[in-house]
């Protein structure tokens, strides 16, 4: 491993779903994965993942710290709170590591964000790291937000729907937000489609008062 450089490149109910019948349009641009203090974190595990040959294996290792995240309230905890100081931080990660069987250029790079005081950036870290997996690979990322969890079925259909517009594989990074009522958003990069219920009623109360 070359430890050196994997430091030094941080610096510190409706169920309806709708199917890609309406245009993109334009939204502002994050000016990109770098931009953010996740993305350079981001950047500097999948550079080290790529270099030793681990992609899939630091793929896997976040799957399972985002699963611990959401399934043990303990763990959110540590991630999460800011009343937890960094030594007592890294001392609890470095006790987790080996019963969350995470590979070791992923648990290393866990030990750095508790010993930095970022354990707060570790969701936005798995999504970054997940979209340059996808390019890697030459796929695009879409994220994909809906009013209630897709199914299999749904989110293959989504992909597939893109993928034709597209012309290209698609990754789909699903998430909820129970506010958008009903419908779909789904951003790809700096494009968006909003079919969303919210947006539609928001959209018809101006145009009443118009």
């Keep these: 491993m070359r430890g050196a450089r994997f430091f030094a490149a ?3 109910s409706t169920h309806e779903t709708y199917f890609f019948v309406w245009s993109f349009e334009r ?5 990109g994965i770098q ?3 996740a993305g350079r974190y981001a950047t500097a595990l999948f550079g080290l993942a790529r270099d030793e040959n681990q992609i899939d294996a630091v793929g896997r ?3 399972t710290l985002e699963a611990a995240m959401t399934e043990s309230p303990d763990f959110k905890t540590l991630v999460t709170s800011p009343l937890i100081g960094r030594a007592e931080a890294g001392k609890t990660v470095r006790a987790l590591t080996p019963a969350l069987g995470i590979d070791p250029i992923t648990a290393r790079f866990f030990g750095v964000l508790a010993d930095n005081g970022r354990l707060s950036e570790l969701k936005s870290v798995i999504k970054a790291v997940r979209k340059l997996a996808a390019d890697n690979r030459g796929e695009t990322t879409a994220e994909v937000t ?3 969890a897709l199914s299999n079925d ?3 259909r989504i992909k597939s729907n ?3 517009r597209l012309g290209r594989d698609v990754t789909i990074d699903a998430r909820v937000d129970s506010a958008l009522l009903g419908g779909l958003v789904v951003r790809l990069g700096s494009q968006m489609i909003d079919a969303s219920i919210k947006t539609k009623l928001n959209n018809l109360a101006m145009a009443m008062k118009g």
């Design 10 to 12: 941080v610096p510190r």
């Design 154 to 156: 749904q989110v293959a």
């Design 162 to 164: 893109l993928k034709t």
């Design 35 to 37: 931009a953010s203090l």
């Design 27 to 31: 939204v502002e641009n994050s000016g």
């Design 146 to 148: 809906s009013a209630f």
């Design 61 to 63: 290792s976040l799957d």
